[in-house]
């Protein structure tokens, strides 16, 4: 059974750091790309940042180039998102995505 399961998100003041995590079980990070995706209520899910199965040449959404950094343990099978300088616009829910299966979600706020 494949399970995707956020962690790590919360209430953070502006400028602040969150690390997000990402445990998967039923198939191996090694393999698969993985992506973060994000959303706010009303709007369209937006995609953030994916790392390929070898973790090299990663990619990110323009709006967090420089402040987010994707990054996986592939023997623990956890994927990450470090996110630095937090701003208010950062606020969603944050999901993790690999293959066609997404996690439930984590929220962030970032507020003061």
């Known amino acids: 059974q494949v399970q995707l399961v956020e962690s790590g998100g919360g209430l953070v003041q502006p400028g602040g750091s969150l690390r997000l995590s990402c445990a998967v079980s039923g198939f191996l990070l090694r393999y698969t790309t993985m992506s973060w995706y994000r959303q706010v209520p009303g709007q369209e899910r937006e995609w953030v940042a994916s790392?390929?199965?070898?973790?090299?040449?990663?990619q990110y959404a323009d709006f967090v180039k420089g402040r987010f950094t994707i990054s996986r343990d592939n023997v623990k099978n956890i994927l990450y998102l470090h996110m630095n300088s937090l701003q208010p616009e950062d606020t969603a829910m944050y999901y993790c995505r690999g293959r066609t299966y997404w996690g439930q979600g984590t929220q962030v706020t970032v507020s003061s």
């Open positions: 790392s390929t199965s070898v973790g090299v040449d990663p």
